[in-house]
């Protein structure tokens, strides 16, 4: 009976022995870096300086919240406009695509303060109770939300996994066969694969990918496999000799900058219904894992969404103090959690002392930076999929009547102008002047019909009963 509860999966509280808690651990770490370090490289952040803060500010946040939350953070994909303009208002631009030391620092002053929002969302919560979060952000919100974060990642996914090329040539069909390979692989293990290795799918259709590459590349057929910039370790605070083995993080403090706040602060309106949906997310797939195992979880998860919240906005706070990205909670590590049924706390403390160790040591960095892309773009489409799925989940297990008319309008309006604000304008809406992210233009719009709609719906209820 033990070793069918264990082949389950693995609630917050439970620890998998030291070889099962490693595997787990790197896993999270490879899921974790395809989004965060991109990040880095589209704002021209440092690289490992982004790898040790998302790392860093997990840790912290598990300390936040008591150890009870199975939550990586990582840096977000909706501050990447917020840094572009402030960048373009202030005269920066990027030399061998990573930006100048005083560009970072001033955009590290917006982040520190876009922290301030989901620690006063996170306040609302505890003093008001999650009554009001989830007045303002029911399952249809949330719901469609977690889908549109994954549907608008879309593009990303399969423009790493196909190359955008007219002229079919041996790298073009290797890139395709590779990330192909990965993701056919990485369905058929979660599958197919049991006990143990059923919990690795990931991990093993990485290294599955890895190996087709290293086959090709054997061969002398192409060689898929990438190189890490020089750049890249120019900005180091201290190098070992040339940097080629040790290099500590190019870490900075932040200046003053109210154009930075104006930028970046809003962005985090954003992230609160998307960690919001993660917590329904964690909700739904721990008690199911809890359930199998005919055990009854200490607490409940979604009890802990203040924590959650705050947790979040300290994170932002810590990463942008030592010169990473502002971030959330990943969905892709959730997905891997989801998929994996491991959702221990200990697994993501690992994982996350693990990413700080790699950003000081250029051999592993190299490594991680030599994944072909073709990998990770095969990877993303089943880990994106999986984010827009969970949406689906959540609004499944809630029972949100599809029925409703107000429920249809809301999850309508913000399908749309998340989806299409992503197409047609390329993740950014322009509205009466201004630029508005996709997925914070849907979600302010979504709360604010839903709202709408709901006037004197209390009062009706009230007069049927």
Known sequence: MKQHHEAVGYLPDERPGFIKLLLYAIQQVIVMFPATVTVALVTGFQVSTTIFASGLATLCFILITGRKIPLYYGSSFAYLTAIASMCAAQGFEKVDGILPVEAIQYAQFGIIFSGIISIAAGLLVRFFGKKVVETILPPSITGPIAMIIGLTLAGNALSDAIPNVTDVTAESIAWTVVALVTL??????????????????????????????GILYAGGWVNLFRAMPAAALEASAWKLGDGSIFAVPAFSLPKVSWTAVAAIMPIAIATIPESTAHMYQLDVYVNDVAKKKGKKMKYSLIDMLDRNLIGDGICDMISGAVGGPAGTNYGENISTMAITKVFSVPVLVVAAIIAMIISFFTPLIQVIYGIPLAVIGGLEIYLFGAIAAQGIAIMIDKKVDMFSSKNIAVIASIMVIGIGGNYAFGGNIPFFGLQVPCIAGAAIFGILLNLLLSIGEKRKKTQAQ
Do not use: E
Request: aromatic content about 6%; glycine content about 14%; hydrophobic content about 50%.
């Open 184 to 213: 056919l692989s990485t369905i058929v293990y979660s599958r197919y694969l049991k006990g143990v290795l059923g919990q690795l799918p990931l991990l093993l259709g990485v290294l599955t990918g890895c190996a087709v590459a």
